[in-house]
């Protein structure tokens, strides 16, 4: 029973456009919402987050999108640099308990 | 300001054996977490602690795992008999108190199981 779903394996972006990084929920239970990036042989580094009650937050380059009714959120990246290749995982919480992660979406900057 | 550590980072044993893991949280979170991540997957969740106490216990936590909190400082997961799919990164979180916060993982030990 996958609760987060990032149905995109995979992206590539050319450099200084923009990314975005898709994510579906089912448990509308929900109600704080991450995306965590990763490097190989590293630990998910915190990026941005979102509150149910809000539905843009915004932190330099990183914008994160929450549609509550579609149950779908999305990171948007702009502009892309070749730093931000890596695996990006959404994650959802309820309360301030376990995370429930999806699957991860490998992002490739192409110069 | 050192964020969360993990020791060791990986960690290669025969089948049977035990291993035990430790995490070293960031010193002000009263919360820490235990995930596991195999290839292809997002981390799952193992268990979690607020401070000593361990709170919750996923179903993926036989009895053959155990984890302590013991001071409410570092903490330990251990894998008694170990088996072939035990095979994976464990990874260790901590956060603050309070509602939605965001945890902070360590860089995770890869267990290999010969």
């Known amino acids: 029973d996958q609760q987060v779903k990032q149905n995109s394996p995979s992206l590539s972006v050319q450099e200084g456009r923009i990314s975005i990084l898709n994510c579906d929920y089912t448990?509308?239970?929900?109600?704080?919402f991450l995306w965590y990036k990763k490097y190989p042989a590293e630990g998910p580094t915190f990026l941005i987050s979102i509150s149910s009650i809000k539905d843009k937050n915004e932190d330099g380059r990183f914008t994160v999108f929450l549609n509550k009714s579609a149950k779908h959120l999305s990171l948007h990246i702009v502009p892309s640099q070749p730093g931000d290749s890596a695996v990006y995982f959404c994650?959802?919480?309820?309360?301030?308990?376990?995370?429930?992660f999806g699957t991860g979406t490998r992002l490739t900057i192409i110069p | 300001d050192t964020g969360v550590s993990q020791n060791p980072r990986h960690k290669i044993t025969k089948r049977g054996q035990n291993v035990t893991f430790r995490c070293d949280p960031i010193s002000e979170h009263n919360r820490l977490y235990w995930y596991r991540q195999t290839l292809g997957q997002g981390p799952e969740f193992l268990t979690y602690?607020?401070?000593?106490?361990?709170?919750?216990k996923s179903r993926l936590l036989s009895d053959r795992f155990s984890a302590e909190r013991p001071k409410g400082s570092f903490s330990t997961l251990e894998i008694q008999r170990t088996e072939q799919g035990d095979s994976a990164m464990y990874l260790c979180a901590s956060s603050q108190t309070g509602s939605h916060q965001p945890q902070h993982f360590g860089d995770g030990t890869r267990l290999s199981i010969l």
């Open positions: 994650a959802a919480m309820f309360g301030n308990e376990k995370l429930t």
């Open positions: 448990n509308s239970m929900f109600d704080y």
């Open positions: 602690f607020q401070n000593e106490a361990q709170l919750e």
